[in-house]
C-alpha cells in the first residue's frame, strides 16, 4: 500500500473521528457544567434555609423582649415565659422549621435534614441539609448541601443553663430568677399589731429590656 494511499485512509479516520470526539467532549462539558451549577444552587439554597431558621428564632425573640419591655412585671413574665423557659434549641422549632423548608423551596431545593439546634460555646447552631429539586444531567444525582448558621447575642441577653437569659440588675437572669425579683412578697402582716394607715401604693414594676443578636454563616 502506497503512503499517499494511507495517508487518505488516516485522514478519512480523522474526518469521522473527530466530530464524535467533539460531540462526546461537549456532552461532558455540558454534563459537568449542569452538575457544577445545580451544587452551587444547593448550596445556595442550604445557606438561605439555615439563615432563614436563625432568623426566625431570633424574630420571635425579639419580639417578645421588645413586647415585654416596659410592661408591668406579671405580664412581662407571661410573655417572656415561652422564649426563656424551654431550652434554647427548642423555642419556636415549628416556625423555625417552616422558614427553613420555605427558603429551601424558593431556591429549588428540598429541606432533607434539620434544623438542628444547638448551643455551640457563645453561639446558637442552625444547621440543615438541602437536596435539589432536579438530578443533574443524564445522571439520577440530585446535589446536596450542608450549611450552619449561628446566632450570637451582643446585648441585653445571655446563655443560662442551656437557655436564654437576659441581662437584667448587673446580672443574666434565667426566667426563674426574673421572677424571683419582679415579684417578691411583702412581709405577712402582723394581725396583732394596730391598724396603720393605708401607705401610699408603690408603683407597679416595669422593667426595661433589650435584646440583640447577630447571625453569620459558619463552617459545618
Excluded at 457544577?36 to 439555615?50: E, L, P, R, Y
Excluded at 440543615?128 to 443533574?136: F, G, I, P, Q
Aim: with cysteine; glycine share 6%.
Amino acid at each position: 500500500m502506497s503512503k499517499a494511499r494511507e495517508s487518505g485512509q488516516a485522514s478519512t479516520v480523522l474526518i469521522i473521528a473527530v466530530p464524535a470526539l467533539v460531540f462526546v467532549a461537549v456532552v461532558v462539558i455540558v454534563m459537568l457544567g449542569d452538575a457544577f451549577q445545580k451544587s452551587v444552587h444547593t448550596g445556595n439554597a442550604a445557606d438561605a434555609a439555615s439563615l432563614a431558621a436563625a432568623e426566625a428564632w431570633r424574630s420571635r425573640v425579639d419580639d417578645a423582649v421588645a413586647n415585654a419591655s416596659g410592661k408591668e412585671a406579671s405580664e412581662a413574665l407571661n410573655i417572656l415565659r415561652p422564649v426563656m423557659v424551654p431550652p434554647a434549641a427548642s423555642v419556636n422549632n415549628a416556625a423555625v422549621r417552616s422558614q427553613a423548608a420555605s427558603f429551601a423551596d424558593q431556591n429549588g431545593s428540598s429541606l432533607i435534614e434539620g434544623p438542628s439546634v444547638a448551643l455551640r460555646g457563645v453561639g446558637l447552631d442552625f444547621t440543615v441539609k438541602t437536596r435539589n429539586l432536579k438530578a443533574a444531567n443524564q445522571t439520577d444525582t440530585k446535589p446536596e448541601a450542608s450549611s450552619t448558621a449561628r446566632i450570637e447575642l451582643e446585648s441585653g441577653a445571655c446563655w443560662k443553663r442551656g437557655s436564654l437569659g437576659l441581662d437584667y440588675d448587673g446580672g443574666c437572669r434565667t426566667w426563674a430568677e426574673l421572677e424571683d425579683l419582679w415579684t417578691a412578697d411583702e412581709p405577712p402582716a402582723d394581725p396583732s399589731a394596730s391598724p396603720s394607715p393605708s401607705p401610699t401604693p408603690t408603683p407597679e414594676l416595669r422593667p426595661v429590656l433589650t435584646f440583640r443578636a447577630s447571625i453569620k454563616l459558619v463552617e459545618g
